[in-house]
């Protein structure tokens, strides 16, 4: 197939990463990724390959190094960016959130010093439905108020608001603010998919490690919110619909200008319980859970409204909560101990 043209992808060897770069060779695209594999194994990188041979170069560099940066870009002609390199854990950054703000913000505005210095002007950048904070109205449209409720989210709210001001000053940027909602799933080969280092924060990696029987039971995270059945809604999506978004969006950029962000959803939320209920059909055995308490700072329930992904990028999710507990639960059988 002939070359779309070459992309660089940051943090192209973790779990959203790692499928697009599929996605994007599948469509023709050469890739370079740039990764430090702080969250990732370079063996995600090896089966991006297996799965899909084409054209692909890998830098472990750290995206604040910026003569590193500088020398990956220099390396051969870059068309467009992917930007998903970042740090995850909400309660880390409650932590620890310097950590967050070098990493996240400090490491963004390098990476686009050295695009600006290149005249690199085309970037889809990894945003969050965190940036909606706890939101009055669902479905959640991009015109809704932005808050955010941990350095975490500050720090996703901070680079959209960088990526605003940037092309509101510099004509030629074109950018895409992906605000994706909860991507799970894995790959449908079962060959990569998500690799949480720690215990799983999320919920969809914690009860397919319970399943699998690296952990005993699933803690549900307060059963009396004021839903249908008690537990929180999320809008769940497809990784490999998240990497059609991401191609989507590249072909996208010709067709906008300045600064625009798109929801990735579904449309659809579905509870904790309906979740698990998924999962255990899934796996073919009941997933064990108690009731717990509210995990602090949860939202109750939110899902996206995607249809200016629809009508911008003319994407939508088409995969069903069925398919992602099936696609999970085939990496995490095949995998149990994910890359190691
Ligand atoms: P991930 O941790 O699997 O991938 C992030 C990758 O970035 C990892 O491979 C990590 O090694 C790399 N990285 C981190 N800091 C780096 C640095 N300074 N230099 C170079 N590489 C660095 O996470 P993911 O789930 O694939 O998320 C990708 C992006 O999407 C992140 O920006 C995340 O905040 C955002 N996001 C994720 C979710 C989700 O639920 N997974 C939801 C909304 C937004
Ligand atoms: N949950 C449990 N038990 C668990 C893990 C999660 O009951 O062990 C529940 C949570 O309370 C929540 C739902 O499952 O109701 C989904 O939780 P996740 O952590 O999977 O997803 P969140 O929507 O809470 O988190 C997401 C992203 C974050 C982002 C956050 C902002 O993963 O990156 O939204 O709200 F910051």
Request: aromatic share 8%.
């Amino acid at each position: 197939m002939p070359s779309q043209g070459t992309v660089l992808v940051t943090g192209g060897a973790g779990f959203i990463g790692s499928h697009t770069c599929v996605a994007l060779l599948d469509a023709g695209w050469a890739v370079v990724v740039l990764d430090n594999l702080s969250n990732s194994s370079a063996v995600a990188v090896e089966r991006v390959e297996e799965l899909s041979p084409g054209d692909l170069t890998f830098h472990r560099v750290d995206l604040r190094d910026r003569a590193a940066v500088g020398a990956v870009v220099d390396e051969r002609p870059i068309d467009a960016v992917i930007h998903f390199a970042g740090l995850k854990a909400v309660g880390e950054s409650v932590v620890d959130p310097l950590r967050y703000y070098s990493n996240n913000v400090v490491a963004t505005v390098t990476l686009l010093e050295v695009l600006r210095e290149r005249e690199i002007r085309d970037v889809v950048f990894s945003s969050s439905c965190t940036v909606y904070g706890d939101p009055a109205n669902v479905p959640v449209a991009e015109s809704a108020p932005l808050s955010a409720a941990s350095p975490y989210g500050r720090s996703k709210l901070f680079i959209e608001e960088i990526f605003r001001d940037l092309a509101a000053a510099e004509p030629g940027w074109r950018v895409l603010l992906l605000r994706y909602f909860n991507p799970v799933g894995a790959h449908q080969s079962g060959r990569i998919g998500e690799d949480p280092h720690d215990v799983p924060n999320n919920l969809m990696p914690f009860v397919m490690q319970v399943a699998v029987g690296r952990r005993d039971r699933l803690t549900v995270f307060g059963g009396d919110y004021p839903t249908p059945d008690g537990t929180c809604i999320r809008d769940y999506i497809h990784v490999e619909d998240v990497a059609a978004g991401h191609v989507a969006a590249l072909d996208a950029l010709d067709r906008i200008e300045g600064c625009q962000a798109v929801n990735l959803g579904t449309g659809t939320g579905s509870s904790v319980l309906e979740v698990v209920q998924a999962a255990s059909k899934a796996v073919g055995a009941d997933i064990p859970f108690v009731i717990g308490a509210r995990r602090p700072g949860d939202v109750v329930a939110t899902w996206a409204d995607p249809s200016l992904a629809e009508e911008l990028l003319g994407w939508k999710a088409n995969r069903t909560l069925d398919d992602m507990c099936a696609d999970h639960w085939r990496w995490q059988s095949t995998n149990p101990d994910g890359y190691r």
